[in-house]
Nanobody
Framework: QVQLVESGGGLVQPGGSLTLSCTTS????????VAWFRRAPGKEREAVAC????????YYSDSVKGRFTLSRDNYKGTVYLQMKRLKPEDTATYFC????????????????????????WGQGTQVSVSS
């Protein structure tokens, strides 16, 4: 059974840092593209970052590039999202998701940004950036 569980959210001041974890089970992490998304209150879900199974390439949205860093521990089955220089506009519920097929190259094509409910999703973790 495929499962993704996010953790690490919390309240942080502007300029602060947090690291989110996406702990996976039921599949071999290294064979799938895994991405982070977020949804702020009253807004559409936004793509944040994608970790490609093909060569371990990383892709980031413009809004987080240079501040957020993806990493992955295939042995532990965990994907990390390190977030630095956080801004109030980063406040959202953060979700990790997995693509359907192995080595799909969705990150490379760029269509990961429109992953829908058919993918596998975690339950989310709340990040609040406020003074």
């Amino acid at each position: 059974q495929v499962q993704l569980v996010e953790s690490g959210g919390g309240l942080v001041q502007p300029g602060g840092s947090l690291t989110l974890s996406c702990t996976t089970s039921g599949f071999i992490l290294g064979e799938y593209d895994v991405a982070w998304f977020r949804r702020a209150p009253g807004k559409e879900r936004e793509a944040v970052a994608c970790y490609s199974a093909t060569g371990g390439r990383l892709y980031y949205s413009d809004s987080v590039k240079g501040r957020f860093t993806l990493s992955r521990d295939n042995y532990k089955g965990t994907v990390y999202l390190q977030m630095k220089r956080l801004k109030p506009e980063d406040t959202a519920t953060y979700f990790c998701a997995r693509d359907l097929g192995r080595w799909s190259q969705s990150c490379e094509r760029g269509d990961w940004t429109s992953w829908g409910d058919s993918r596998y999703w975690g339950q989310g973790t709340q990040v609040s950036v406020s003074s």
